[in-house]
């Protein structure tokens, strides 16, 4: 069936009209309202705090183990460290024994249980935000991920490995939705131009969060209440239920339903997103994304930065234990510090790319290209730098620093890319994309367990296998990325095969419909010519 073809004055690409390129959508970019803190950044601010909760969540549990084991009663024998370094000057402190006699085997499924439940509401939340929206499934998520925090205490004392498990898992459930449903209201909230630099804002909360997380339950271990590790739960508990009531009172699904938007606000994103076509939400493609290449671009590079991520993330406290010789738990600001410096150059790059792209130097593709390149050959070639860099433990944790920090282009790269391939299914593709990432990233702790476990080999050299590997898969990830990716809108979501059904053809109104489901209409994709 052939597109309809719109004005002459528009400049067309796949058969339809770009938004970027309409005249109402540089009409509403001047038009935008001057106001000190729209409606759309609250949304933003929130999401960003939410974001932020979610991987307080996530990596506590990693703090607070270390002070709930008691490293006495399952000590058999000395713990390993590397002897090829000279100085043995260094101290090593020992870890103040817990409650409980769990060795290794099981303090590694405690850890994975809440990626077991994360992992497995991706997709189906993608699938449910699309059909009924977004809000509740992300806010009730967040709540009962936050409400189960309260339980962990109990869990342990009363129930064991398994009942601790348990509540974990249903943790993980609960913030299933996180991402999806984050990168669905993106959609319906930001316009095309700041979609980089607010996209990389509600995704740097992840770094934020780790940044609060690690050195804040290192305290609450050591000082808290009720034997301290369990306050570290009971505190961030608190915090992600009050967050999680204020979102689901002061958020809305888009602009069209909010009661105290500005008018002036909500027509600009309305404009900005939507134009004045007349388009409804179809069923998902689900076998021309199947088919796409740029979806597969997306894909291996977000399993990609999973895999070296999570090598970074569950292994480097280990690398800087072992070899550098550093007491993580006595130092969270020095173990924060690669995360600070990702979320610091997030937020920079994220500016640089906005301005690649309005200022149309650069088109849409080769900004996400260039800016992704960043994110993961950055901190690929760090890794295999850092693995020749010896004992000096500065050079170490300086490299593995600025190689974390480059790691925050990603949010501007692949991570944003599903809104610009197609963002009516932008939530959809970020569930099967995230899900995958995540069973990729599980991987990475198994390959390094089984790497350094070896006691007849050098320690330095095995740990250089585990950087050299991640480096690799960082490296491929984004190359592939490079040859396939896209910043094109793609012809499965063409709006205008939607606008070609009779049910549309009779409407003729310029204001955007709601959806039979409340929520908003589709958005359309910026491309650059």
Known sequence: MPFRRSSLNHRHRDGHVLVWNQRHFHEALEEQPQRCFATRYFVTFMLFLGMANAYVMRTNMSVAIVAMVNHTAIKTGEEEYDDECGDRDIPIDDSQDGEFPWNSALQ???????????????????????????????????????????????????????????????????????????????????????????GAAVYAGAQFGTI??????????????????????????VVGTVWSIAFLMFVHEDPSVHPTIDEREKKYINDALWGTDVVKSPPIPF???????????????????NYGYETLMTELPTYMKQVLRFSLKSNGLLSSLPYLAMWLLSMFISVIADWMISSKRFSLTATRKIINSIGQYGPGIALIAASYTGCDRALTLAILTIGVGLNGGIYSGFKINHLDLTPRFAGFLMAITNCSANLAGLLAPIAAGNLISDPSK???????IVFFIAAFVYIICGTFYNIFGSGERQFWDNPEDDEQKPALQATSTTTPQRLSNGSAPPTQAITSS
């Open 458 to 464: 050098p320690m330095m050299g095995q740990w250089q």
């Open 108 to 198: 590694g499924y405690i850890l994975s249980s809440f990626f077991y439940g994360y992992v497995l509401t991706q997709i189906p939340f993608g699938i449910l935000a699309k059909k009924y929206g977004s809000l509740r499934f992300l806010g009730y998520g967040m709540l009962i991920n936050s409400v189960f925090a309260f339980l962990v205490p109990v869990a342990a004392r009363e129930g064991g490995v398994w009942g601790l498990c348990g509540v974990r898992f249903i943790q993980g459930l609960g913030e299933g939705p996180i991402v999806p449903c984050t990168h669905a209201l993106l959609a319906k909230w930001i316009p095309p131009n700041e979609r980089s630099r607010m």
């Open 287 to 305: 076998k021309a994304i199947i088919k796409s290449l740029p979806f597969y671009a997306i894909l291996f590079a977000h399993m990609g930065h």
């Open 212 to 237: 609060i997380s690690m050195p804040l339950s290192g305290l609450l271990a050591e000082y808290g209440f009720d034997g301290g590790w369990p306050s570290i739960f009971y505190v961030f508990g």
